[in-house]
């Protein structure tokens, strides 16, 4: 979801006089690929700043586009956005990962176009209030919806070593993840961990590589709790694994990723979904039921950005694009 903002200040609620400037990362490309030139209902399944979606609005006419976002500042922003395209955007607050019950709500079954862009936004990272940003010294939060569960802070004060190991190691990819973890809860029984700068000060001298500037280092383990805080991955496992249900015959799928946890489990998902029969070739007999493939791979390997588009948003280098269509004819009418 990470785009570019060119500002001295930040705001979701537009209420600033600095002209912000978001770059959504693969513009043009995410948007040829999730609706076909027949798509008549789609979704944005995290729409952040509406990018992609005002592309789409913009260039096809006959579309009608369902936004959801988790954080309730992107809903309120991207309302204002849509007012201008006679009741055929509609935005609501919650999670892609229940789509078939926001379907329901719209009045709608399966679609003819998903698109998600995960991750962190570049407003929320910018905004430093949300202590999303490694840089500045702000409450350690990094919900993106601040009214729904534990903060960062809340949820270190509480977590024990092994789950915090797991959660840097797997989430972050952190070196030494045991020994990182330790230093943070040692830090913390001395004195709450309730700023990114205090987050900051504990790990930066246990958490690095050798050579390694200590700005990554930081990203890792502030990427595994965010992820914790989140529950990003459980939310993108369950979108997946009822993606048959939301999606409509000839409608597309795709899905912007930032780190190897989330693109592992899409092409998994994709892979999968893309084969027939799943038997182990050497048994004799078909056991599964004689599995049919319902999708079509779009992007046999992810797209990434071009060397223009790095140059203009350095945060793009990350971004994975993988897209998918279900199997049959023509979009729902």
Known sequence: MIGMTVHTTSSWTGRTTVRLAHDSVMLERA??????????????GTVGRAGHSLALLGRNDSVRLLALDRDPQAVEFVERRFSGFDGRARVLHGSYADLPLHLAAWGEGPVDGILLDLGVSSPQLDDASRGFSTRADAPLDLRFDRARGASAAEWLADVDLDELTRVLAEYGEVPRPRRVARAILDAHASAPIETTGRLRQVVEGVARRPGEPPAKALARVFQAVRIAVNDELAHLDRFLAQLDQVLAPGGRIVILSFHSLEDRRVKHAFREAARDCVCPPELP????????????????RPLTADAEELARNPRARSARLRAAERIGEGAAS
């Open 285 to 300: 007999v078909c056991r599964c039921g004689g599995k049919r493939a319902w999708l079509r791979e779009l992007t046999r």
């Open 31 to 44: 948007v040829d690929l999730w609706a076909s030139s027949s798509a008549r209902r789609v979704v944005d």
